[in-house]
């Protein structure tokens, strides 16, 4: 196995999307605990949850070392895709706040699995919860942001030219540019250890049935990701290659230390027939050879990322849930 000595970091409710810092010392994740606007202590060999929740996602810094967390969103709206800057004393997320102080309302799902694409914007803030600052003016979905690793770009998704599409910029936000063309979702980027080349997953329509049934859903803000596969390209948008091709959900996909792998969650073993999906991490060349399955445990793991030292992997699971609907952090030490 590639795991060793896991770590549950949360205990309750939804914690997810985890991402280290530069420094590898501390998390930005987002929960729906409602841990306050201090610092919280949690104990670290039983992690507990808050006494009451959210009803949509907040974003938290965790302390690796103590299991202390702060909230460094401003409690109203919904946030998501926190990130580290380089130096680790800011971090970037995006937040729905400016639109309505309420959470946005539930995507009518009709039994399918949909994500509202709600009206976010990417603002950055201090780690001490100070000194908002707001890096997308544009109206409707911008998220999904994450930096380089030589900390001078920044990588996004947003719709702001009709499409779902992926957009670099400078940390001032500026010099934007548009990296993907392809009608269809792309999102979820990040890039490789050495910043020359970014993975991300993609759902492009392949017929005239798709494509209509994609753009209903767009313009009722909708997307229904049942089919992503992961991509890689350069950091200037050339050279797309696709990774996977298995015609599952394919997501969270972020490079191995060696910049020649990648770590994702599918449900390429589960499609869920006979109930929900199950979707476990698994790695793969770049050139879509060599796939191998990194986690068993559980019926949900994702987000997976690794710290920059690469000897420790950060991801959400379900294991060990006690109530429906909740997954957790967990950390562990990554054996090559």
């Known amino acids: 196995s590639h795991l060793a000595n896991i770590r549950q970091l949360t205990a309750g409710r939804k914690n997810a999307e985890a991402y280290f810092s530069f420094d590898g010392n501390k998390l ?27 009803p949509c996602y907040q974003m938290y810094v965790l302390d690796v070392g103590t299991n202390s967390v702060r909230r460094v969103s401003l409690g109203t709206g919904a946030t998501t895709c926190g990130y580290f800057f380089p130096g680790d004393r800011r971090v970037l997320f995006s937040s729905t706040h400016l639109a309505s102080q309420q959470c946005p309302p539930e995507p009518k799902r009709e039994g399918r699995y949909r994500w509202a694409l709600n009206d976010y914007d990417i603002f950055a803030i201090g780690v001490n919860g100070q000194g908002l600052h707001r890096m997308t003016m544009t109206p409707g979905y911008d998220a999904e942001a994450t930096i380089a690793p030589d900390g ?19 940390l001032d936000g500026r010099h934007v540019r548009r990296l993907t063309t392809e009608i269809g979702y792309d999102g979820g980027a990040f890039f ?14 392949t017929n005239q049935t798709e494509l209509d049934a994609y753009k209903a859903l767009l313009a009722q803000n909708l997307v229904e990701p049942g089919h992503l596969e992961i991509f890689v390209m350069n ?19 972020y ?30 060349n770049d050139d879509g050879t060599g796939l191998e399955q990194v986690t068993t445990a559980g ?16 991801w ?8 429906k609907g909740e997954f957790n952090l967990f950390i562990a030490d990554w054996i090559p």
């Open 152 to 170: 001078r770009t920044i990588v996004f998704t947003s719709i702001k030219e009709g499409d779902l599409d992926l957009y670099a910029m400078s």
């Open 28 to 54: 930005i994740f987002q929960s729906t605990n409602d841990w306050g606007g201090g610092t919280v202590n949690l104990p670290p060999d039983k992690p507990v949850s808050s006494e009451r929740g959210m």
């Open 255 to 284: 490079f191995h230390p060696d910049g020649k792998r990648i770590i994702f969650s599918s449900n390429q073993h589960d499609r869920g027939k006979d109930g929900p999906p199950t979707f476990h991490l698994y790695l793969i």
């Open 192 to 205: 490789s250890p050495d910043s020359k080349r970014i993975v991300y997953r993609a759902s492009h329509p």
């Open 299 to 314: 019926r949900f793991n994702s987000f997976p990322m690794f710290s920059p030292d690469g000897k420790r992997v950060v």
């Open 235 to 253: 950091a200037d948008g050339s050279d797309k290659r696709q990774v996977t091709s298995n015609g599952s959900s394919n997501f969270a996909p």
């Open 316 to 323: 959400a699971s379900d294991r060990n849930a006690t109530e």
